[in-house]
């Protein structure tokens, strides 16, 4: 069996331990006693998993979520990345959250004021990192190549 990146090759690990590390997984629950929530505890337990992803269902309070990420890094077997897809604008999955800043779209601060692209972005990674998230699906590039044509290029 091919070696994980650092890490050799173990002849008794499986190949579903192996691929788990490359999954990263949604959830159910949006405190620590959901019950759902619990049983995503039980399976970072027993078995290795890449990370985990946040989706509307997830998000109530502030405090929930630190709780949550806090017993997710707690109780996973190895380093997990906790992700979510905050991007600004229509896209703020965090937006129940009293912590994390409104953040325009990356387009709307490129055509309005772009001199502060760096402040907004350092706030939002900032309110992030407090939360306990260290992955966020944020666009590193968008172009937009036609005018007349509102989809986007990454």
């Given at each position: 069996m091919p070696a994980v990146v650092g890490r050799p090759a173990a002849a008794a690990e499986s190949l579903e331990a192996?691929?788990?590390r490359t999954m990263i997984i949604g959830f159910d629950g949006d405190h620590v006693d959901d019950?759902?929530?619990?049983?995503l505890l039980a399976l970072m337990a027993r078995r290795p998993v890449g990370g985990v992803i946040y989706m509307g269902r997830n998000?109530?309070?502030d405090a929930d979520v630190?709780?949550?990420n806090q017993a997710m890094?707690?109780?996973?077997r190895e380093p997990i990345s906790i992700s979510v897809d905050e991007e600004g604008g229509a896209v703020r999955r965090?937006?129940?959250?009293?912590?994390?800043?409104?953040?325009?779209s990356a387009r709307d601060l490129?055509?309005?004021r772009p001199e502060i692209s760096y402040q907004t972005y350092a706030a939002l990674a900032e309110a992030l990192a407090q939360l306990g998230f260290n992955l966020n699906y944020g666009p590193v590039v968008d172009l937009a190549f036609?005018?007349?044509n509102p989809v986007i290029t990454r």
């Open positions: 192996v691929a788990a019950p759902s929530f619990r049983e998000l109530r309070r630190a709780a949550m890094r707690d109780t996973a965090l937006r129940p959250l009293q912590s994390v800043p409104a953040t325009p490129g055509r309005t036609n005018a007349s």
